[in-house]
Every structure is written in C-alpha cells, then in structure tokens.
T-cell receptor, first 113, second 113 residues
Framework: EADIYQTPRYLVIGTGKKITLECSQT?????MYWYQQDPGMELHLIHY???????EKGDLSSESTVSRIRTEHFPLTLESARPSHTSQYLC????????????FGSGTRLTVV | GENVEQHPSTLSVQEGDSAVIKCTYS??????FPWYKQELGKRPQLIID?????GEKKDQRIAVTLNKTAKHFSLHITETQPEDSAVYFC????????????FGIGTKLQVIP
C-alpha cells in the first residue's frame, strides 16, 4: 500500500547517543519534510527536501541533520542526543502540483534520558 | 514569510452542536488552505482543503470558507459527534513555487456526549 513509514515508533535512548530516525515513502513524492511536535501540539518544521540531493533547514533551529540520497528515503540523524531532544518527530511528504496536501507518517516518539 | 494565527486553542461543544475554528494568514500570495485532523496518538490527516479561487467547500458535515480580502478562513463542523474530538490544524501555502506550508498552532476540539 502506498504510504509513508516511520521507524521506530518509540525510542528511549541515553544522552550522548547517536540516533537515526527513518522515514520512507512509496508514493514517489518529491517533497519531504520533518516536523517536531511537542505535547503542546504545535508543529515545527525542522528540515525539508524538494528532491534528491536537496535539503534545507526549517523554521525551528535543530541540531539534527538530514540526507536525501533516494527519492523515497529521508532519514533524520541526531549526532549526540540530549534530553531537550525529547519530542515527537513527524515525517511528511507531498506530491506538489495540483494535489498539494501532505501525507504524514505515524511519527517517532523519542525520549532521551 | 507567512504567519498563520488560529483560534480558539481549545473548544468544547455538546454532541450535535456546531463547531467553528478560525484562522487568519498574512501573505496575500497564499492560495492553498488545507485542514488537518489529528486524533489522539495518531498522525495528522488531511480532511478538507480550499484553493483561493473558491469561497466555500463542503464535504458532508465539514465545510471550509475563505475570505481572501480579509485573509481569513474557517472550518465548520455541523452535528458534531464524539469521533470529531481531535486536534485540528489549519495551514496556508503558496503552491506556485516551492511548497512550504505554514501551520496554525492547533485547536483541541472536545465533543461532549
């Protein structure tokens, strides 16, 4: 089924660890995004990509990095996790053109202890 | 850049009553206005959208209105049901170039049985 998949769903890690949150979509969408969502609900854009080898920082400063080597894959990496990184991370993609809506993944809930 | 204000942040209604969520945007170039619903523990999902060449759009119990002159748009839910309880996000974007969506802060809707 064409969709966007995030793994892991939940992750608890220690401070200082390096982690990668995976995001893959099977819809052939060019545009992909990473959002951070706090318990207060608001969605903060942290990274986005308009295609292979294209990545940009979003509106919210983040210590994470992303890569886009393949159209379907947009992983997010934290080199050294801190408790302040505890949050939910949502990946999204969109086709653009006449159909502009986002499809969101189910999210990764990250806890750094 | 675009700025989207959304209110109220929380809304409680009795089952069967109507609910209205309002958003304003700042960039007159924005021409696409989607609404997303996020149920507890789930991903945001696109429920309805409207483009700037249309003043109103309906889908069963949900309707969205757009006033381009005043730069505001609203979500209307009639005959609310408990399953309408969720967080609703409005958003605005200019779809003519690189698509980057600006979200409102979200409205937590509670439908009381």
């Amino acid at each position: 089924e064409a969709d966007i998949y995030q793994t892991p769903r939940y992750l608890v890690i220690g401070t200082g660890k390096k982690i990668t949150l995976e995001c893959s979509q099977t819809m052939g969408h060019d545009k992909m995004y990473w959002y951070q969502q706090d318990p207060g609900m608001e969605l903060h854009l942290i990274h986005y990509s308009y295609g292979v080898n294209s990545t940009e920082k979003g509106d919210l400063s983040s210590e994470s990095t992303v890569s886009r080597i393949r159209t379907e894959h947009f992983p997010l990496t934290l080199e050294s996790a801190r408790p302040s990184h505890t949050s939910q991370y949502l990946c999204a993609s969109s086709e653009g053109g006449p159909n502009y809506g986002y499809t969101f993944g189910s999210g990764t809930r990250l806890t750094v202890v | 850049g675009e700025n989207v204000e959304q209110h109220p942040s929380t809304l409680s209604v009795q089952e069967g009553d109507s609910a209205v969520i309002k958003c304003t945007y700042s960039d007159s170039a924005s021409n696409y206005f989607p609404w997303y619903k996020q149920e507890l523990g789930k991903r945001p999902q696109l429920i309805i959208d409207i483009r700037s060449n249309v003043g109103e759009k309906k889908d069963q119990r949900i309707a969205v209105t757009l006033n381009k002159t005043a730069k505001h748009f609203s979500l209307h839910i009639t005959e609310t049901q408990p399953e309408d309880s969720a967080v609703y996000f409005c958003a605005a974007t200019f779809s003519g170039g690189y698509q980057k969506v600006t979200f409102g802060i979200g409205t937590k809707l509670q439908v009381i049985p």
